[in-house]
């Protein structure tokens, strides 16, 4: 419970109307009821601003004038919102110390303030900084170290690396897992060992059920800010520049290495030993199989349509080729042909 | 071992030969041998029939008269298979109550007939209806409610999330895990903090290693008979019509509404903040980038050819506009060019 | 501590330079100093040679004469790279024995020389050869059989299935999940009772977070000797051929039939009820929508651009059936259209 007036001074934002009406939960526009905070952050939304039932709304200057209720005015709406909602977040149960159930090595150095919860196995030579809470049923392996402030949910493996501090990694991620390295023999294939480590930045954040290989000699890389979405996989000694977003289902191949302040949206595949330049954003499922120099957003793919008409263009991009040739042959297109 | 008049019984079916065989286990045409049921249910498969040694085979009005053995024959061989196939199912071993390894929250409400496996941990105010089963190893966060008949297999984690009758969660599925939510900042992003559920209806069942987020506000919801298969990805604020079938590797990005009886093939990317009607079937590694308002099969991507004629064909796709352009301006294509 | 002259010998490799030279650790050709072992092995690498701070370098014959320092000459400079990691490699603790925490059915039977980590449950029935080794928190479920010298990492699943000699399988995977086998009826979807196994051959590797479900009646079938790579989806029935090579993401339908010695890049998916041939390779992100009857190389999808280019091109497909009718119609396209 948090009245509007104390709201608005935590956010340093201003409000018009009632400054002590209780807030007492978050909801949309357009679920919002008696004692309800909500927000208004994006152009989408804004039909629902009329009728809402909320007590009080963040919003930007510009809507300020038609908010029918009590309204927080703010530069940024939407970070405004995420600080206010961090107030009415319930936490997990974080009980501190060390559950009795937990099997550490008696050579691990856990610092205070910590928690670590139930059944979690903790090997030997592992460091683990302030504050930092561990959930149900992890495994930290031998020589992992993990800075302070890190939340761990349950069931997440370490196997190797070292993690910076603030780190969010989420549960069933594997990190520091052996790369997939294998010579080609003549009947078959022989392994490679992996010796390199995981090194993960500060206030990075890693999806639920991703996988982040050690490297093979070198280290996998992983930049400060990065923030990493559910099942997402990172080959072994990847380089992800810091600040870069990478969503859903996106997979990374052995060795690339990723600019700063990327963007990669769901579903993106990348090819091994390439390197892609900061502020890239590529779009949704696209494959990228060079370099690219240059900011900018980058895209592949086709665009979905009937299955009807589908089956009948998959036919021509089998003879694209043949048929631009014939063309060619007849003089009827120019240019780079 | 039942005989094959007792289980035609049990199916509604008819059968003709002999009702006293006896049957001791399930096979495929092509495999089985005496004592084996068999059963077909795809013209694909029909080819197998004229030699098989089942010694009985459920199948349709129409091969009953080409079945060389025992027929047990009825009107949807496939769903007389299912039902049949119950009957010799080896189920894992559920150990009534439970077992003393598992770590409960005294608050925690168990109700009768339930099965909870070795080094399970519980948190408060989890509530799990009655005969369901957990495997090993699974984690159910604070808060919880998990309705009657449900199946969890061994390590499924439920971190937040209102779970409804007969679901059926496989291995290394994360349910209620953070969405991905950030403000982007001059230098960075910040959290938004995820504070809504995960709703998922009754007769549900999610595949081994799927991560289904919880809500930012308003909750993710999964309807009523959903089937979603292994390694899928739903993200905060979907909404997935009822009896909904989502295969393999599918992806779909936040606030997408899917509608109710689609069926998504393998490797499917939705993009979020869109809707598709009901009854809308997309074709396997589609990608969805806008609303699709009408029921029908959809489609996208390039068919899959030798390489040599691939790259090709890229080069020709990279100045396909230029092309078009060029033949344009010489008035040889007509319409909406 | 190797010296060269005892790295050679085991290697089976001649060396030029000084014998007595001791060698502490791996490191890449850039990155190495005083001490460190490196090697050549790929032309892209080459450049480094010259100033590399290595004091030996593992190599092939053309490059033996461009090394400054003490170099290892022989045929397959990877492989033996390979082999001489092997002796740099740090263990993880594998404590021989089975963890007082360890769950165990009494009906198990654990071969000499193994070792169960912390947490692991094993239900009954269940064989595990000589010398293998199980992970922290890992579940196997009744009647498995492991071979011999297999290694689990932390947090494996196995449901279900016979797993051969030397086999590696990675945190997070899970074998012999249920397929995802449902009957269409009216109202819905019932559940098709999985009774296969999964059969996992010798000296197979399988990534984290990989998922292989056992077979609906026959069983799923792993070649010896096939790599699989993290976040795979295998699903029921399907037939993998020898070592074959299957890479992150990749997603394999029902009951397809891969061949041997064949390669699967990144992100690929497989339709189910098809047939690869062997030596086949498919390149990252294809999509393989039929059976592929000769060895070769085969590719799908469409190059990365500019997304305002990609945009226009969009368009252009979407019409690409039209114009080319259009230009057919005209008469200035042969062949077969």
Same mark, same amino acid.
Not at 73 to 78: G, T
Not at 99 to 106: L, T
Not at 200 to 216: F, H, K, L, Q
């Given at each position: 419970? %948090?009245?509007?007036?104390?709201?608005? &001074?935590?956010?340093?934002?201003? @409000?018009?109307?009632?400054?002590?009406?209780?807030?007492?939960?978050?909801?949309?526009?357009?679920?919002?009821?008696?004692?309800?905070?909500?927000?208004?952050?994006?152009?989408?939304?804004?039909? @629902?601003?009329?009728?809402?039932?909320?007590?009080?709304?963040?919003?930007?200057? &510009?809507?300020?004038?038609?908010?029918?209720?009590?309204?927080?005015?703010?530069?940024?709406?939407?970070?405004? @919102?995420?600080?206010?909602?961090?107030?009415?977040?319930?936490?997990?149960?974080? $009980?501190?110390?060390?559950?009795?159930?937990?099997?550490?090595?008696?050579? %691990?150095?856990?610092?205070?303030?910590?928690?670590?919860?139930?059944?979690?196995?903790?090997?030997?030579?592992?460091?683990?900084?302030?504050?930092?809470?561990?959930? #149900?049923?992890?495994?930290?392996?031998?020589?992992?170290?993990?800075?302070?402030?890190?939340?761990?949910?349950?069931?997440?493996?370490?196997?190797?690396?070292?993690?910076?501090?603030?780190?969010?990694?989420?549960?069933?991620?594997?990190?520091?897992?052996?790369?997939?390295?294998? #010579?080609?023999?003549?009947? =078959?294939?022989?392994?490679?060992?992996?010796?390199?480590?995981?090194?993960?930045?500060?206030?990075?954040?890693? =999806?639920?059920?991703?996988?982040?290989? &050690?490297?093979?000699?070198?280290?996998?890389?992983?930049?400060?800010?990065?923030?990493?979405?559910?099942?997402? $996989?990172?080959?072994?000694?990847?380089?992800? =520049?810091?600040?870069?977003?990478?969503?859903?289902?996106?997979?990374?191949?052995?060795?690339?290495?990723?600019?700063?302040?990327? $963007?990669?949206?769901?579903?993106?595949?990348?090819?091994?030993?390439?390197?892609?330049?900061?502020?890239?954003?590529?779009?949704?499922?696209?494959?990228?199989?060079?370099?690219?120099?240059?900011?900018?957003?980058?895209?592949?793919?086709?665009?979905?349509?009937?299955?009807?008409?589908?089956?009948?263009?998959? #036919?021509?991009?089998?003879?694209?080729?043949?048929?631009? &040739?014939?063309?060619?042959?007849?003089?009827? #297109?120019?240019?780079?042909?």
């Amino acid at each position: 419970m %948090v009245t509007v007036a104390s709201l608005a &001074r935590q956010l340093g934002a201003n @409000y018009t109307g009632d400054g002590n009406i209780e807030l007492a939960s978050i909801a949309t526009l357009q679920n919002a009821g008696e004692g309800c905070l909500s927000f208004l952050a994006s152009s989408q939304y804004r039909r @629902y601003l009329a009728t809402t039932n909320a007590s009080a709304v963040i919003l930007g200057d &510009r809507d300020a004038a038609n908010c029918p209720v009590t309204a927080i005015v703010c530069e940024n709406p939407y970070s405004a @919102y995420a600080d206010a909602a961090r107030l009415f977040e319930q936490q997990p149960q974080w $009980q501190q110390g060390v559950h009795p159930s937990v099997i550490v090595d008696p050579l %691990v150095g856990i610092d205070s303030g910590c928690s670590i919860g139930a059944n979690t196995v903790i090997e030997g030579d592992v460091r683990i900084g302030k504050n930092t809470r561990l959930g #149900v049923g992890c495994f930290i392996g031998s020589g992992v170290s993990i800075g302070q402030n890190c939340i761990l949910n349950a069931g997440v493996t370490v196997l190797t690396g070292a993690i910076g501090d603030r780190v969010v990694i989420k549960s069933g991620a594997v990190i520091g897992s052996d790369g997939f390295g294998f #010579v080609r023999l003549d009947d =078959g294939w022989k392994t490679v060992p992996q010796l390199g480590s995981v090194i993960i930045g500060n206030d990075v954040s890693i =999806g639920a059920n991703s996988t982040i290989d &050690r490297g093979a000699i070198d280290p996998t890389l992983i930049g400060d800010g990065v923030k990493i979405d559910n099942q997402v $996989q990172i080959a072994h000694n990847v380089v992800i =520049g810091e600040h870069t977003v990478i969503a859903g289902c996106v997979g990374i191949s052995g060795s690339a290495i990723i600019g700063a302040y990327c $963007q990669l949206a769901g579903g993106v595949g990348i090819v091994g030993h390439l390197e892609i330049a900061d502020h890239v954003t590529i779009t949704g499922m696209s494959m990228v199989t060079h370099s690219i120099k240059r900011a900018g957003i980058y895209s592949s793919g086709t665009p979905i349509m009937p299955n009807t008409l589908w089956r009948k263009t998959a #036919v021509r991009l089998k003879h694209l080729d043949k048929y631009f &040739r014939s063309i060619a042959k007849e003089g009827k #297109v120019k240019g780079t042909m």
